[in-house]
């Protein structure tokens, strides 16, 4: 079982960036492929990133690709989103996600509760 705990999102202006992190409970994070989604007001669950366990690969939505960055960090069993030039369009409930590598949140067994970011224009 891994619980997940997202943190750091808020309120920026168009343009400003945030940093959001998922803490994970698990002693095995570092063998699972991590990823974020979003869900925006009235519109279905959105892929965002995903990375591979040992972080040598990352994958990104066309929508934030060159603006976000994935990462994580096993020693401290944390994933981050990077998020610059942030957009109104970006605003949503990011998601965490632990156990796949890729679009699919069919691939992905456990997920954190969630963090509100939004952006002003």
């Known amino acids: 079982q891994v619980q997940l705990v997202e943190s750091g999102g808020g309120l920026v202006q168009a343009g400003g960036s945030l940093r959001l992190s998922c803490a994970a409970s698990?002693?095995?994070?570092?063998?699972?492929?991590m990823g974020w989604f979003r869900r925006a007001p009235g519109k279905e669950r959105e892929f965002v990133a995903a990375?591979?366990?040992?972080?040598?690969?990352?994958y990104y939505a066309d929508s934030v690709k060159g603006r976000f960055t994935i990462s994580r960090d096993n020693a401290k069993n944390t994933v981050y989103l990077q998020m610059n030039s942030l957009k109104p369009e970006d605003t949503a409930v990011y998601y965490c996600?632990?156990?796949?590598?890729?679009?699919?949140?069919?691939?992905?067994?456990?997920w954190g509760q969630g963090t509100q970011v939004t952006v002003s224009s």
């Open positions: 698990a002693r095995t994070f570092s063998t699972y492929a």
């Open positions: 990375i591979s366990w040992s972080g040598s690969n990352t």
């Open positions: 996600a632990a156990g796949g590598l890729g679009p699919d949140p069919y691939d992905y067994d456990y």
